[in-house]
């Protein structure tokens, strides 16, 4: 734009210096005109140096955009990977209580099963009502308060052979037809904690 207006400026007074090449003045007038095109030339390159910095101002104002869209994105996935460890975390620290509570409620089971051994001996013996009084209230309260941490008894008696819960111990001639392939007898009771199988009964099976 400066040197266009620098060209026509030179024509112009090119024109005008043809026009009055006698007059005494057209020496003056021409250290004039190379005054005013040096200054013309000055702002031509002051323009291109403005222009260059509005230039380099744009494409520092794009870097300084890109820049942030990264840290922007950065962000956002940090504070993806951290939902994503708190929740594992947290689900780990579940599974860990929970299997903290399995192995516990587990152990107690020996003694649900000496409970009622004892009952069944005490019931053949004469005189033992107090005892077998005694060994139910504390049979009941432990079996209540375990099914309170979700602890529940297998039914095996009478029903189909399962494995996904019974385990066989032996195989016994069936008293009858209708008995064949289930469970005529419990040797061990068996558990599920949460509806998970804590421990298979154990049992014999009608062949």
């Keep these: 734009m400066a040197v266009n207006l620098q060209t026509r400026l030179e024509e112009k007074i090119a024109h005008i210096m043809a026009e009055h090449k006698d007059n005494k003045k057209t020496e003056n007038f021409e250290k004039k005109y190379k005054e005013a095109a040096k200054a013309l030339e000055e702002a031509g390159k002051s323009l291109e140096e403005a222009e260059k910095s509005k230039e380099d101002a744009e494409k520092a104002k794009e870097e300084a955009e890109k820049r942030a869209e990264s840290s922007r994105n ?3 996935r940090l504070m993806a990977e951290f939902d994503t460890f708190r929740r594992r975390s ?3 620290k579940l599974e860990l209580v929970k299997s903290a509570s399995a192995d516990t409620i587990k152990g107690l089971l020996p003694v649900l099963d000496d409970c009622e051994i004892a009952l069944k001996q005490l019931s053949d013996i004469e ?3 107090d005892a ?3 060994i139910t209230l504390i049979l009941n309260k432990l079996t209540s308060y375990l099914k309170t941490k ?3 008894k297998i039914e095996a008696k009478g029903q189909d052979f399962d494995t996904e819960f019974h385990e066989a111990v032996t195989m016994f001639p069936a008293p009858s037809e209708d008995l064949k392939g289930k469970v005529i007898e419990v040797v061990q009771n068996g558990y599920t904690l949460g509806g998970k ?3 298979y009964a154990k049992v014999i099976v009608g062949a």
């Design 74 to 76: 950065d962000y956002l």
């Design 90 to 92: 947290a689900e780990e």
């Design 127 to 129: 005189g033992s009502e």
């Design 132 to 134: 077998v009084e005694g």
């Design 150 to 152: 979700g602890l529940e």
């Design 197 to 199: 199988v804590l421990r």
